[in-house]
Each structure stands twice: as C-alpha cells, then as structure tokens.
C-alpha cells in the first residue's frame, strides 16, 4: 500500500503561483506512475498532468500546457505540481494519483491509489 498526503493549496489571486505537494510513504514509491487530477463542483475528475517514474516523460491536459508543471524526487518520495499564471477556472480540489502500470493513464479509473485532496482556490 502507498499512502499519498497532498498539501499547498490555498486561495489566491489570478496570475498567481502554487506549488502542491504529494508526500508518498508505504510500498516502494519510485517505480510508477504519478498523476494530478482535479475536480471542480459539479464536474467530473479530471486529469492535470502525469509524469513516469524515470521523471523523463511527461504528459499535460491541453488547458494546463505552458502554466503547470509536474515533477518528481523519488529519493523525497514526493511529487509537485508547480502551478504558475492561475486562472478562475483552476479552481478545484487537487487530487494525487498513483498507478503500478508503465503508461501515464489520464483516465482517473486507471490510477490504483489516491490522496485526499488539496483545495486551489482563483479569485478574478
């Protein structure tokens, strides 16, 4: 079992900065897949951005391309999500993900364990 611990979030203006973070503890952590997803109210889960476990291939859902960026220090067990020029619409709860599999999957059924959220708060 993997656990996954999200934190900084928070409420901020638009064109503003955050970085999450996902602190992984449990079963080996370096050899997966890592993934972001949010969730605004009344929407589906949606996938952010994913990053294999080499750290070398990584994949953006077309809405965060150029403001977002996910990396990973397998040797801190940790994964971030720097999240640059905020806009109203990234407003969400942030979810980190973890699949065993060998592909960045950005369907949220293909990820084996989760976090409990972190709230990104855009005010215009």
């Known amino acids: 079992q993997v656990q996954l611990v999200e934190s900084g979030g928070g409420l901020v203006q638009a064109g503003d900065s955050l970085r999450l973070s996902c602190a992984a503890s449990g079963r080996t952590f370096s050899h997966n897949v890592m993934g972001w997803f949010r969730q605004a109210p009344g929407k589906e889960r949606e996938f952010v951005a994913g990053?294999?476990?080499?750290?070398?291939?990584?994949h953006y859902a077309d809405s965060v391309k150029g403001r977002f960026t996910i990396s990973r220090d397998n040797a801190k067990n940790t994964v971030y999500l720097q999240m640059n020029n905020l806009k109203p619409e990234d407003t969400a709860v942030y979810y980190c993900?973890?699949?065993?599999?060998?592909?960045?999957?950005?369907?949220?059924?293909?990820?084996?364990?989760w976090g409990q959220g972190t709230q990104v708060t855009v005010s215009s």
């Open positions: 993900a973890g699949r065993w599999g060998g592909a960045i999957m950005t369907m949220s059924n293909d990820y084996d364990y």
């Open positions: 990053i294999m476990w080499t750290g070398d291939i990584i």
